[in-house]
């Protein structure tokens, strides 16, 4: 089927086999090889698309554009008043979505699309008003927002303003988004030596800086609470930081130690 036919193009391209892209995207055992015979469900598929650094629509073969961008025919020219936003790793952004950071940035957007955030969990919840105090003090506007749960988060460099899903579908990677779209802005804008984020291993990525900026700013956050951990694995789990991010997070550690 073509999602394995792309999922093996794409490994070869990073130098990756299956297994381990199969297990970077914490699927179970041998689950891509069993894409030759049934079809994918779409968690995943994002899953393994982000350790790719593709869309989940590359794979199923909706569009030829390995990096979708939208700047690309498939989104139309998409941009917000001349701006290309970023967006979390490769997703195609929704019209509708974009009309709501639209409204947001116009102060305009009904009450019912915000993000009320009493059920999560206490420890998340300090960790985001964390990142959000970060955001603040460095003049960075971030909206917390509910919406379907394959629209991506989404920051715009020049009017330093970004937009988070709250109800992304791996719920657990929220605060990894927010100091992810954080790191966008920052190093884009030349806030913070780019050279401390550039990617550790063959997966380059112009993602990859946001992703190693927003596990040091994670890291950072988790020794000021007392939890400096000596383990990768423990520290990626208790903080909801994504598998394809793995090997960068163990890099960190590494030289830390």
């Not at 193009?9 to 970077?24: I, W």
């Not at 590359?58 to 554009?65: A, D, E, H, I, V």
């Not at 950071?101 to 999560?120: F, G, P, S, Y």
């Not at 506007?141 to 937009?163: H, W």
């Amino acid at each position: 089927m073509i999602e394995l036919e792309r999922t093996k193009e794409l490994a070869k391209k990073y130098k990756m086999n299956l297994r381990e892209v199969n297990d970077k995207a914490g699927l179970g055992r041998n689950s891509i090889y069993n894409w030759k015979n049934q079809r994918p469900g779409i968690d995943a598929l994002n899953a393994v698309a982000d350790v790719l650094h593709t869309s989940a629509d590359y794979l199923s073969g909706k569009t030829n554009n390995p990096s979708p961008s939208p700047k690309g025919d498939e989104t139309g020219g998409i941009s917000i008043d001349g701006e290309v936003p970023y967006f979390y790793h490769g997703y195609t952004i929704p019209e509708d979505y974009l009309n709501i950071v639209r409204q947001l940035m116009e102060r305009d957007i009904k009450k019912d699309l915000l993000n009320d955030m009493t059920t999560a969990d206490q420890n998340k919840q300090k960790l985001i008003d964390w990142l959000l105090a970060y955001a603040k003090k460095r003049d960075i506007m971030v909206e917390l927002v509910e919406v379907n749960p394959t629209y991506p988060s989404i920051s715009l460099k020049n009017y330093r303003f970004a937009v988070i899903n709250t109800n992304w579908h791996h719920q657990e990677e929220v605060p990894f988004s927010i100091g992810h779209e954080i790191g966008h802005i920052m190093l884009t804008n030349g806030e913070v030596d780019s050279r401390q984020y550039i990617t550790f291993t063959e997966q380059s990525s112009e993602e990859s800086p946001a992703d190693i900026f927003s596990i040091k700013l994670i890291y950072n956050y988790s020794c000021k609470m007392g939890d400096c951990f000596e383990d990768p694995g423990l520290f990626m789990q208790a903080y909801g930081i994504p598998n394809r991010v793995a090997d960068a997070t163990k890099e960190i550690f590494k030289r830390a130690a």
